[in-house]
């Protein structure tokens, strides 16, 4: 079983920054792509940023590119989203996804192929 925690989520002003953590444990973390989505109230999860099993292939939404940053540190089982330049058409629950497919070196944008998600995190950019 595979479990997946977000946190760091909070209210902010715009034009700040903010860092979202996701912890995962249970199966083996370093095997699995994992991405961030959001959720904007009532709608679809909105795919930001990706990265492959072995860090090597990282994708980006076009909403986010160049303003977000993902990493992941195996050694800590962790993904890490960080959000440059809020604003406040960000504000939304930020969820973390694990791909248990061992080995993809491909980034999927299908909310569908993550198997594992987080509760969500919530972010709020204040005008």
């Known amino acids: 079983q595979v479990h997946v925690e977000e946190s760091g989520g909070r209210l902010v002003q715009t034009g700040e920054s903010l860092t979202l953590s996701c912890v995962v444990s249970?199966?083996?973390?370093?095997?699995?792509?994992m991405a961030w989505f959001r959720r904007h109230l009532g709608s679809a999860p909105e795919f930001l940023a990706g990265?492959?099993?072995?860090?090597?292939?990282?994708q980006y939404s076009d909403s986010v590119r160049g303003r977000f940053n993902i990493s992941r540190d195996d050694a800590r089982n962790s993904v890490y989203l960080q959000m440059n330049d809020l604003e406040p058409s960000d504000t939304a629950t930020y969820y973390c996804?694990?791909?248990?497919?061992?080995?993809?070196?491909?980034?999927?944008?299908?909310?569908?192929?993550?198997?594992?998600w987080g509760q969500g995190t919530q972010v709020t950019v204040s005008s």
């Open positions: 249970g199966r083996a973390f370093q095997l699995h792509a």
């Open positions: 990265v492959s099993y072995n860090g090597e292939n990282i």
């Open positions: 996804a694990s791909d248990t497919r061992p080995w993809r070196s491909q980034v999927n944008r299908f909310a569908s192929v993550y198997d594992y």
